[in-house]
């Protein structure tokens, strides 16, 4: 074989050798920075900074929103309460009680009559309890006792994180134990909006509560779902990103993100259950919304309200929204006054 040939022969696959190198090198390069701008975006999604200020960001956002977004450097304001049940013209009390890893929790308790059940009132992600006022004077107008509660990280509560659920669900059942301490016998009503219906799920799901009756408002099905159905708005391809999410939100928090599943704790609810959702919810979904009310099976109602959005179908539709619940409250816990 002639010289130049024989050093062709060497050379070439020595070319291919360094392209191999290169591509792997860049494909680890690849894999470092995609998993350490998840890192940053799911620590920008669970921890709230105090006095951030008001987060407005725009959808599809834009190019420098979703750069600080994976940066980490889009902060999440901590959310506050800005009225009282006192702005409502309703009387109440403020507790504290211990909730998730022995943070306090701070709640509003709005007094109802002898004999009438206790409900306890949950809002969803980056809410704190003044979003629910409105409902509180509903449930206090049928001589309900009502609290509203704030989950840990939130409003007057302690802490500055959120697990989208999983750590909220032993919140929920601490206000539960404390609402049967002050009104020992009572029954008891579990609302929650969002974020607040998975976390109440789950505390039926691990049977820390002991639930008369659930209303829910627009629960996610899986939380990896929510979270690209969220990616997918912003303009953000939902795969692989929602799931590198999930999975170093948990990490960071120490919870397993891709098992923080409210569709499949719905089977294991056996209490009265009303579930709403939006026929416009980008949220949810409502393929993902009737995968949670065929699992409740018998135990679920399942109100669609066409052309409506996520959660809050009192102030939406409230018409729609106090003949569901008249008609399932007297039903399952008793006449209306």
């Known amino acids: 074989m002639p010289d130049s040939t024989l050093a062709s022969a060497t050379v070439r696959p020595r070319s291919f050798r360094r392209l191999w190198i290169f591509l792997l090198a860049l494909f680890g390069i690849g894999l470092v920075v995609v998993n350490g701008a998840a890192y940053l975006a799911a620590r920008s999604m669970t921890h709230y900074v105090e006095n951030a200020g008001r987060l407005h960001v725009h959808v599809p956002m834009t190019a420098w929103d979703k750069t600080r977004f994976f940066l980490g450097t889009l902060a999440l304001p901590r959310p506050v309460n800005h009225l009282t049940p006192g702005d409502r013209r309703l009387e109440y009390e403020t507790l504290r009680f211990p909730g998730a890893h022995h943070l306090n929790l701070e709640a509003w308790r709005i007094p109802g009559e002898e004999g009438q059940p206790v409900v306890l009132l949950f809002p969803g992600y980056c809410g704190s309890r003044d979003s629910l006022l409105g409902y509180a004077r509903e449930f206090h107008a049928l001589g309900y006792e009502t609290w509203l509660v704030d989950f840990h990280g939130v409003g007057g509560s302690q802490g500055n994180t959120t697990t989208l659920g999983w750590d909220e669900a ?168």
């Open 170 to 337: 032993d919140d929920v059942a601490a206000a539960g134990q404390e609402a049967a301490r002050l009104r020992p016998g009572a029954p008891q009503l579990f609302f929650g909006t969002s974020l607040g219906a998975a976390a109440v799920l789950r505390a039926e799901h691990l049977h820390t509560i002991d639930a008369a009756a659930l209303i829910l408002e627009s629960p996610y099905d899986r939380l990896v779902t929510t979270v690209g159905h969220r990616f997918s708005a912003l303009g953000i391809p939902a795969f692989p990103l929602a799931d590198l999410l999930a999975f170093w939100g948990g990490e960071q928090l120490g919870f397993n993100a891709f098992a923080m599943n409210p569709v499949d704790y719905a089977r294991d609810v056996r209490c009265p259950t009303l579930l709403f959702e939006g026929g416009k919810d980008s949220r949810v979904g409502v393929p993902n919304a009737r995968a949670i009310a065929q699992a409740l099976g018998s135990h679920g109602t399942f109100e669609l309200l066409a052309g409506q959005g996520h959660a809050f179908y009192l102030n939406r539709v409230p018409d729609e929204w106090r003949k569901s619940v008249h008609s399932f409250l007297a039903a399952n816990l008793g006449p209306l006054r």
